[in-house]
């Protein structure tokens, strides 16, 4: 382990089985492996934490294979969700927890020098809120709406419940992100541009909304917009979680609209590949280009 990071990602890998139009993958997925791929392969240093069962250790270390450190906390079990797509975008799906992962606790997390903590969970729970305001004491908190709303239901499906403490531990949040369903469902707003205003109004600094066409980021003072333009969506899963820490790792040293074209860029060549992002960016300039 190094003693400084750019981005440690906390959050669990998921055994997961994705079946769409008749057809059934069983891949390894959860946010940390895209979000470590899409950051570590744009160029920033990447400790990713997270929790799973020692039989699955082996292939959790795929997480390495991008260039990212990893620390792997002994669970019980790995987290396992399946995901059943209904829509040709992909925009709508079913969504059972088959199993899960303990949850995280502050002693857990390693202590190097970070400029990012990604917070980057799968279910309600997994990431307690209480991780939060200690974090932002060590370095800029980064968290995937995801993990805050979507919610464990008797039988093992999932829905999104409202984040009762919102208006407090927003102010703590540097980069907050939601796709267009969480964005309406946290704020009552439909129109992606209002919602994301509501949610820097509510304390976070930068809100990301992402759509099937497009990726929203507000600030104080502006909404900026980027297009999307895969030539197809094999890849689609892991889209907003490839273009947050892509996002992420160019807020580093760029500004805003300059680090959502690069994510937008970055996504699109995702989306065309089932997997995490294996380019370059090299490639991802390229695709600026058009």
Do not use: C
């Amino acid at each position: 382990m190094n003693p400084f990071y750019d981005i440690l990602m906390i959050g669990h890998v998921s055994k997961d089985i994705i079946i769409f139009q008749g057809d059934t993958q069983h891949i390894l997925g959860g946010p940390v492996i895209y979000s470590s791929a899409s950051a570590a392969r744009s160029g920033a240093s990447v400790l990713v934490v997270t929790k799973a069962h020692p039989d699955d250790r082996k292939e959790v270390d795929i997480i390495t294979k991008s260039g990212s450190d990893l620390v792997v906390i002994e669970s019980s079990r790995t987290t396992s969700i399946e995901n059943v797509y209904h829509t040709e975008d992909r925009e709508r799906r079913t969504v059972t927890l088959l199993s899960r992962a303990e949850a995280f606790s502050l002693d857990e997390i390693p202590n190097p020098a970070v400029r990012i903590f990604h917070l980057a969970g799968l279910f309600v729970g997994e990431i307690p809120d209480d991780l939060i305001i200690p974090l932002s004491q060590r370095g800029r908190v980064a968290i995937d709406a995801q993990g805050i709303l979507r919610t464990e239901l008797p039988g093992g499906g999932m829905d999104y419940r409202d984040w009762k403490r919102k208006k407090e531990l927003l102010p703590y949040i540097t980069y907050f992100k939601t796709d267009a369903a969480e964005a309406e469902f946290l704020t009552g707003k439909s129109d992606l541009y209002e919602a994301a205003r509501d949610l820097v109004s509510w304390g976070a600094d930068e809100v990301m909304v992402t759509h099937n066409k497009e990726v929203v980021v507000a600030d104080s003072g502006k909404i900026y917009t980027s297009p999307l333009k895969p030539q197809n969506l094999s890849g689609r899963t892991g889209r907003g979680d490839t273009t947050f820490a892509a996002y992420l790792t160019k807020r580093l040293t760029e500004g805003i609209q300059e680090s959502l074209d690069y994510a937008a860029a970055l996504v699109s060549i995702k989306m065309e590949t089932p997997g995490p992002f294996t380019g370059t960016p090299e490639m991802v300039r390229e695709r600026m280009k058009d």
